[in-house]
């Protein structure tokens, strides 16, 4: 299989991929990668022993030249994979983003000789409709199978025939011991937001309910997590939201770090996990904190609601209802008890709901119903 990924760093969705095939490797299966040019990924999978190809890939956006090279750059590299493809004896091209068009072109090349996977790890409803639409039709005619990663996904492909859902895999390993959940020893309550800084992903939503829930409790500090993918876009996202926090006077409770590699230890450390996305199609974050043991508080922003049961695991509220998110910050940080049942019902809730069967042995048995359509 050849598994094309558009991370230009290591990201969540490629990071699901890489935990699935891992497992699935040692079933006989055998996957190589693709990434863009310079992608920070590259040497993250080269550790994990895969061999990985690059392709000066060009998404759609709304800069002109852009634009202007798109159609160009995917004419050539859809020729580039179809020839690596024929070159690492490829069988199925996998396309890790629902937008990345190159596998089709490959495909047409090979005479149709090659498959196509598409996995959906946007959620569609939230993009631009025309392209989401038009993505769609594709996958849903020339791809063998279109993965959706959640149910939330699942619903934007009713009536496509080759869609299924299947979930992203939990962690493989746990290095560390479970969180205790005690107090700690200044009597303060951390909160942590692990995501890479995009506009979107909810770190200024975040900022402002804890600037509400700290009024409140001023035993609260905050520590958000993660890279800006070496774009200027989020670099100055980030600069804007430390601009806020100095204005504000909250520099001595609010910390920014960047890109970690850990996230077993920082997820452990903390005592609540948020995360305010504005739209999620699955969210490995939020999968992650419940599987370390740590409270979750999560917006209803698309699949984080089928990761666990709110009120019991975790605590769900309104996408960008800031009053609602300070609330449940307030509320769970005042009760240490809450804090440790809620850890303990997500750890048992994700290991039930996404065991192997489910996920990763999901995707191998589709692997394998696609390889047995081509060889018939």
């Known amino acids: 299989m050849l598994l094309v990924d558009n991370s230009r760093a290591v990201t969540g969705a490629l990071n699901a991929l890489r935990h699935a095939t891992l497992s699935l490797q040692e079933s006989g299966l055998a996957f ?7 992608s920070a990924a590259r ?20 800069r002109k030249g852009d634009l202007l090279r798109y159609p160009f750059a995917l004419l050539l590299n859809g020729w580039r994979l ?11 091209i996998h396309l890790n983003d629902f937008y990345n068009l190159t596998g089709y072109l490959a495909q047409a090349l090979s005479f149709g000789r090659l498959r196509v996977i598409t996995h959906v790890r946007f959620l569609p409803q939230s993009l631009v409709q025309p392209l989401a639409r038009t993505w769609r039709w594709l996958s849903g005619r020339l791809a063998s199978r279109t ?31 479970l969180p205790q959940h005690l107090p700690r020893l200044d009597g303060s309550v951390e909160l942590l937001y692990l995501s890479n800084y995009i506009p979107g992903k909810g770190q200024d939503l975040a900022l402002a309910a804890f600037r509400r829930a700290y009024a409140q409790d001023a035993r609260l500090r905050l520590r958000f997590v993660g890279g800006d993918m070496g774009m ?51 969210s490995l974050t939020c999968l992650d904190a ?54 303990a019902a997500g750890r048992a809730f994700v290991r039930q709901k996404f065991a192997p069967a489910n996920t990763y042995e999901a995707l191998g048995r589709l692997y394998r119903q696609v390889l047995a359509k081509k060889a018939g």
């Open 147 to 177: 993965v959706c990663v959640s149910q939330a996904v699942g619903r934007y492909f009713d009536g496509v025939v080759n869609a299924q859902v299947v979930y992203d895999p939990l962690p493989s390993t746990e290095r560390y011991p």
């Open 290 to 343: 419940l599987f370390f043991g740590t409270p979750l508080i999560a917006s209803d922003c698309g699949g984080p609601a089928e990761l666990f049961e709110s009120g019991q695991s975790g605590l769900l509220v309104p996408n960008r209802d800031v009053a609602a998110m300070a609330a449940a910050i307030n509320r769970l940080a005042a009760d240490a008890e809450l804090r440790a049942r809620f850890a």
């Open 82 to 92: 179809w020839r690596l493809a024929k070159r690492e004896k490829a069988r199925i």
């Open 32 to 38: 190589v990668y693709v990434l863009p040019k310079g």
């Open 43 to 62: 040497p993250v999978l080269e550790a994990d022993g895969y061999i990985v190809h690059e392709l000066p890939f060009v998404e759609i956006s709304r």
């Open 232 to 282: 200027a876009k989020n670099q100055e996202f980030r600069q804007r939201l430390e601009a806020e926090v100095q204005q504000a006077g909250l520099g001595g409770v609010v910390r920014f770090e960047g890109f970690a590699a850990d996230v077993e230890h920082i997820i452990k450390v903390a005592d609540i996990l948020l995360n305010f996305s504005e739209s999620e199609s699955f």
